[in-house]
């Protein structure tokens, strides 16, 4: 589901004042984080201090290394269940997701502890909002967008640190501006931004350009067994065996399948990340116009139109034939209908 325009502007109200209203608040984000969730709770953690406010950020695993430039101020802290003392606080703000599973075992304690949740996001969601104070916007092509308009509405001034974050959320989700949505919003929000945060270029590298030697080996074993059971489509593995055996995390693969869909014939491409044995992450991409998040949502996971995924229990040559099968089904729907 996703909302309209102006539903969209009344939910952002609605969380605004709720806002405006409380005094404690325990942000986080998605499992695994990224750029995007990350420098979303850190832009309204920054935000929600400026205006006196309590705030703590929580994530429910550690940091990647390649956040750390985010992290100067050490406000990041790692949920520890159960170590880590929840108290009763206002709202909880949860960036760049609206799973619950995503969350826990943080969600848990959120619910028990937290009088509001809000969830603001930019993913589909089921047949409602998931909480009555939620702001998603599924066109938007970062949650950091939707940051930057909840900042605004509370007109709280931006600065320094706050724009370095939002910044960064949207040039993590657009990949630098690949990938708008068709829309210049993403642009307009960063050419305000960047009166505040006057080193763009080393966000970028930070996000896109701070490999090791360990990764280059990695990705030469992973590209050398890629497969493409035909012209427009290709299929790539990693097994967690590989990543310990060069230092790595699981950040480190993230990008793999965004490599492999810059080959000009691919359309679409599957990656599954073997985390034990016959468990699977599987990332799912594609490009022109065709959809995959309907294969996703298949197995049990969901996304983005052209960038979703799922966890997948099985032999591998078994769950890769029922990936690719659906693959093959969608280039075909697509074809007859061109
Ligand atoms: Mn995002």
């Known amino acids: 589901m996703a909302c309209t325009p102006a539903q969209e502007e009344f939910q952002k109200n609605k969380v605004a004042k709720l806002i405006q209203n409380s005094q404690s608040f325990i942000i986080t984000t998605h499992k695994q984080c990224d750029a995007d969730g990350l420098g979303s709770a850190l832009g309204m953690l920054y935000a929600l201090k400026k205006i006196g406010k309590s705030a703590r950020l929580l994530l429910v695993d550690d940091l990647p290394n390649r956040y750390n430039f985010l992290n100067q101020d050490l406000l990041v802290e790692t949920y520890n269940s159960p170590h880590t003392p929840i108290e009763d606080t206002d709202v909880a703000l949860i960036f760049d997701t609206n799973a619950e599973s995503l969350i826990q075992?943080?969600?848990?304690?959120?619910?028990?502890?937290?009088?509001?949740?809000?969830?603001?996001?930019?993913?589909?969601?089921?047949?409602?909002?998931?909480?009555?104070?939620?702001?998603?916007?599924?066109?938007?092509?970062?949650?950091?967008?939707?940051?930057?308009?909840?900042?605004?509405?509370?007109?709280?001034?931006?600065?320094?640190?706050?724009?370095?974050?939002?910044?960064?959320?949207?040039?993590?989700?657009?990949?630098?501006?690949?990938?708008?949505?068709?829309?210049?919003?993403?642009?307009?929000?960063?050419?305000?931004?960047?009166?505040?945060?006057?080193?763009?270029?080393?966000?970028?590298?930070?996000?896109?350009?701070?490999?090791?030697?360990?990764?280059?080996?990695?990705?030469?074993?992973?590209?050398?067994?890629?497969?493409?059971?035909?012209?427009e489509v290709v299929i790539a593995k990693v097994n967690l065996k590989d990543l310990k055996k060069h230092n790595l995390k699981m950040d480190d693969v993230r990008d793999i399948l965004d490599f492999?869909?810059?080959?000009?014939?691919?359309?679409?491409?599957?990656?599954?990340?073997?985390?034990?044995?016959?468990?699977?992450?599987?990332?799912?991409?594609?490009?022109?116009?065709?959809?995959?998040?309907?294969?996703?949502?298949?197995?049990?996971?969901?996304?983005?139109?052209?960038a979703a995924g799922a966890l997948l229990k099985g032999d591998y040559q078994k769950v890769k034939e029922q990936v690719l099968t659906e693959i093959l089904k969608t280039l075909d729907t697509k074809k007859k209908a061109c």
């Open 260 to 306: 492999l869909m810059s080959i000009n014939e691919i359309k679409i491409g599957a990656f599954f990340r073997e985390d034990s044995t016959n468990e699977f992450k599987l990332s799912l991409r594609s490009k022109d116009y065709l959809y995959i998040n309907h294969i996703a949502k298949l197995f049990g996971g969901g996304g983005h139109k052209q």
């Open 105 to 231: 075992p943080l969600y848990k304690e959120l619910k028990k502890h937290c009088k509001h949740i809000s969830f603001i996001d930019h993913h589909p969601f089921g047949d409602n909002l998931p909480t009555e104070y939620s702001f998603i916007k599924v066109n938007s092509a970062s949650t950091g967008e939707l940051v930057f308009d909840l900042i605004k509405s509370l007109n709280i001034d931006l600065d320094k640190k706050i724009a370095r974050s939002i910044y960064s959320s949207i040039a993590f989700d657009t990949q630098v501006f690949r990938y708008i949505r068709g829309s210049s919003r993403s642009l307009v929000i960063c050419a305000e931004l960047l009166e505040y945060e006057k080193e763009p270029e080393k966000i970028h590298s930070y996000l896109f350009a701070s490999y090791s030697k360990d990764k280059i080996k990695l990705l030469s074993e992973v590209f050398a067994k890629v497969e493409y059971p035909c012209s």
